[in-house]
């Protein structure tokens, strides 16, 4: 059995011009100690389809089943999410002031988390955990700084308490959202060397969101490319990389300079997401796709394939229009 196994997932938000359609089925399974790259530009649904999972997305309408070791998260009572999030599943968002709250110090509320969790823990060892964890994550003189507010900690460390709140339980499941933007490329590493680690000893799985395939090149062993709410490519991550299959995935690959190391022919993908309110028909890529043929405005492609998935109509081998290897 999958560690997650999400199937069929759709979120919808009501607003008074009609429902924004940000998950429009998503089906994908996280194995034990694996790590899954969810890309995809802003508004794809990357975000809203995680945060669906951990229930927090209020308001929306969501349909489809998400697994955790069988448990079905879909329409789980508040009370038993909170149970799960923190020890089973834990979150790092890009904003860090998102879950740390700024009336307690850092450490009470690592040390919290912990004792909440594991009762058992005594407080003098919830602390020294609570300092292990921020020394883990790079944070200087954490004997002191453990009993700072997090106004006086700086965005970066602030992030990397964030992170030490992720790790402290060990969970099953970690899903990182953009975690290492607001970092500086030292912070990064050592942050992605963290979780790399986590998943090494303790078979942590990782979701990690992102818009930016360079950001999990070196990470991620199954990538799910999203557009408008669907994924449109799903492969192993060399697949994705080396011998992309969807003319988005192309489009996001020549834009990652990270990614690639090509030079010369760094690129946006040109065009603007379409609006969830009103979803174009047929392919959704359709009005920004260089290869859209008739057929593409009408018929919706589904995810096509075993292994390396794709939806669109193109028979596509793109083998060579990815980075040189
Ligand atoms: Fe382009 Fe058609 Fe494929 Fe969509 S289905 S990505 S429009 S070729
Ligand atoms: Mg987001």
Redesign the pocket.
Known sequence: MALLEVTDLKVSFPTPDGPVQAVRGMTFQVERGRTLGIVGESGSGKSVSTQTLMGLTRGAEVSGSALLEGRELIGMPEGELRRLRGAQISMIFQDPLSSLHPLYTVGWQIIELIRIHEPATTKAQARKLAIEQLAMVGIPQPEQRVDDYPHQFSGGMRQRAMIAMALALNPKLIIADEPTTALDATVQAQILDLMARSRREFDTALIMITHDLGVIADMADEVLVMYAGKP?ERAGRRDVYYRPH???TVGLLESVPSATGAKGRLKPVPGQPPSLLNPPG?????PR?????A???VDV?PLMGDGHQS????P?DLEGVGPEV
């Open positions: 449109v969807h003319p988005y047929g392919c959704p890529f359709h796709c260089p290869y859209v043929m057929r593409c405005r492609p939806a669109c109509w193109l596509l």
